[in-house]
């Protein structure tokens, strides 16, 4: 069974920050972790990518979040993070992790993961 798990969303107020956490696991898998991101949905909008990472660290942004939030991840946890930072009312929306999986064993695979989503809204 994958799983996806996201944490660390809340109410801020704008100017202020958050860290988002993502952690990977396949009870009972061989796996590793590809590509990851975090991609936010507000209502009434579509699904955006807010954030993505390589599993050899490149990263790329959002022009919206750009200078203001960071990507990063921890291959030996199999996990990923969201700094961020100066945040804005617009910034308000369901955050969601995204994980390319590998799996080895047992069978092969390689899919896409959701997470089940991390609210954080931003005060102004």
């Known amino acids: 069974q994958v799983q996806v798990v996201e944490s660390g969303g809340g109410l801020v107020q704008a100017g202020g920050s958050l860290r988002l956490s993502c952690a990977t696991s396949?009870?009972?898998?061989?796996?590793?972790?590809?590509?990851m991101g975090w991609y936010r949905k507000d209502p009434g909008k579509e699904r955006e990518l807010v954030a993505g990472?390589?599993?050899?660290?490149?990263?790329n942004y959002a022009d919206s979040v750009k200078g203001r939030f960071t990507i990063s991840r921890d291959n030996a946890k199999n996990s990923v993070y969201l700094q961020m930072n100066s945040l804005k009312p617009e910034d308000t929306a369901v955050y969601y992790c995204?994980?390319?999986?590998?799996?080895?064993?047992?069978?092969?695979?390689?899919?896409?993961?959701w997470g089940q989503g991390t609210q954080v809204t931003v005060s102004s």
């Open positions: 995204n994980a390319l999986i590998r799996v080895y064993y047992p069978g092969s695979s390689r899919l896409y993961y």
């Open positions: 990472i390589s599993r050899e660290g490149s990263t």
């Open positions: 396949a009870s009972g898998m061989s796996f590793s972790v590809d590509d």
